[in-house]
């Protein structure tokens, strides 16, 4: 008789409203001040690293809980059972084992053996299965058997509760100051949901939450646009942990009561993030954490939010993962250095040059770039022949100031051999002719805003949402 147990219940519901003190499979994780960064954005940025959980990120919060209340449920004479992906894996096996139960893990047949080693070394039994995690999930869900309990990856109300530890924590080591903007990477939705109660339970209720996800895998943003959630045909990213077809219906639920601005950016930006954030901290970190530091490292941020000062805290969550190693950041320095910046903001698609948004009328899902280089290079090209032509005019008053002057001296020579009249010395011409870079670009497509519209269907800066006079939510459909 199989039992399949992944949604919530009447003990969940009570369970729910205890402390959430007597667990502690996560633990606290530091919040760091990025001096660089921060020097670099005029305005102080913060990250929260959970990669030092003991399973390796920010999962364990979650499965941690819903391991420990299902045992409070039901005791020890259980096991778990998952399939749902590398970090979920990870944290179930390490849950498992401090708990004193069993657990079946089921991976893809190419996870690679340092990450096997990792999950049977918590003791958890391992079976490799099919070509991808979604082979994996479906096998394992078909071997959960009498008290045995399927751990989701991210779909269920426990999962949500335990993510929401990390704001009381966050406003503690803030002093009680709510922060400009968390910053916040999403695959199935679970963290974000987490983070959106916890911000509603400490009464950061005006807080935005920039919800970032990878053009390939942007379940969420699409389905904030279309009002409803959505399947998203397919996926490809090389954020891996953010791959997800759909999102909880719960998130979609949340972004309705909660300022939340769907982002995305390309998978060449989440991985040079992390790079650089290897770089900066000696961390290493999945793209999907790059993915979210990517708004702060191409500076996007201030696209974002142009109001930010000295005075406003940004802090970036920095999920952490697993899979990622030396080779991982050796690579994504020779592939993706300096990357350009292609982003989307609800509907709306804008290629960053200098200080110049562009707009964009698709995203190319076959480039890691988001952007074919024939493509960019076309843009590049009309800039260097805007450039020129602000130049062209610079040029020419140089040159009459030049005449100008010339005319002025031999006046002077003249004058000095003869009596001065009445009539005033002449006052030498100023000459200011300088032009911010991209104004006078022609393309039509030349986006003439100074910031991307932090909402779809709407052009409102998102540090109106955070000025605290208007507590009503923004739409987002």
């Known amino acids: 008789m199989l ?25 606290g994780t530091p919040l760091i001040h990025s001096s660089n960064l921060s020097l670099r954005l005029n305005s ?7 990669s030092l959980q003991p399973s390796g990120s920010s999962k364990i919060r979650g499965i941690g809980n819903f391991c420990y209340r299902k045992i409070q449920q039901r005791g020890k004479e259980i096991n778990f059972v998952t399939g749902s992906g590398l970090n979920t894996a990870l944290a179930v096996a390490y849950c498992a084992r401090q708990l004193g ?30 070509n991808d995690w979604a082979d994996a999930e479906t096998h394992a869900r078909k071997l959960v058997k009498r008290n045995g309990i399927y751990v989701p990856a991210a779909d269920h109300e426990l999962i949500w509760q335990g993510y929401s530890s990390i704001i009381p924590e966050l406003k503690t080591q803030l002093l ?6 968390i910053i916040c990477p999403v695959g199935g939705g679970g963290l974000l949901n987490g983070v959106i109660m916890g911000l509603q339970e400490v009464g950061w209720k005006q807080v935005p939450v920039i919800a970032v996800e990878t053009h390939g895998s942007n379940a969420f943003q699409a389905a904030v646009v279309a009002g409803k959630l959505v399947q998203l045909p397919r996926t490809t990213t090389l954020a891996t942990s953010l791959d997800a077809a759909s999102i909880c219906a719960k998130t979609l639920e949340l972004s309705l009561i909660h300022p939340v601005v769907p982002f995305a950016v390309s ?41 930010l000062s000295m005075s406003s805290d940004v802090v970036v969550m920095v999920t952490g993962g ?4 030396l080779e991982h950041m050796e690579t994504y320095r020779t ?25 964009l009328d698709k995203i190319d899902l076959d480039e890691p770039t988001a952007i074919s280089p024939k493509k960019l290079q076309e843009f590049y090209d009309k800039q260097d022949d805007a ?9 020419n008053s140089t040159a009459m100031d030049h005449d100008s002057n010339t005319d002025e001296n031999t006046n002077h020579a003249s004058s000095s051999q003869n009596p001065p009249s009445d009539t005033a010395a002449a006052q030498p011409s100023s000459t200011s002719s300088s032009s911010q870079p991209g104004n006078a670009a022609t393309d039509n497509t030349q986006d003439q805003n100074s910031s991307i519209p932090s909402q779809p269907q709407a052009a409102s800066s998102l540090q109106q949402q955070n000025s605290q006079t208007d507590t009503s939510p923004p739409s987002t459909s």
């Open 267 to 307: 998978d060449a930006m989440a991985a040079n993030a992390a790079r650089q954030f290897a770089d900066d901290t000696r961390l290493l970190v999945e793209a999907a954490s790059g993915a979210a530091l990517s708004l702060c490292y191409t500076e996007v941020i201030r696209d974002i939010l142009p109001t």
């Open 322 to 325: 697993s899979d990622v190693s």
């Open 44 to 50: 102080n940025i913060f990250m929260k690293i959970e």
């Open 176 to 181: 009680d100051h709510a922060p400009a903007a």
């Open 387 to 395: 450039a020129n032509e602000n130049d062209a005019p610079a040029a």
């Open 335 to 359: 592939l993706y250095d300096t990357p350009p910046v292609v982003v989307k903001s609800g509907s709306d698609i804008f290629l960053k040059l200098d200080s110049n948004l562009i707009s």
């Open 3 to 27: 039992h399949e147990d992944d949604s919530s219940s009447e003990d969940d519901h009570y369970l729910s409203e205890n402390p959430k003190d007597d667990q502690r499979l996560h633990v």
């Open 101 to 130: 139960v069993d657990a079946l893990i089921v991976v893809p047949a190419n996870t690679n053996e340092r990450l096997r080693e990792a999950i049977m070394n918590d003791g958890a039994q391992l079976i490799a299965y099919g």
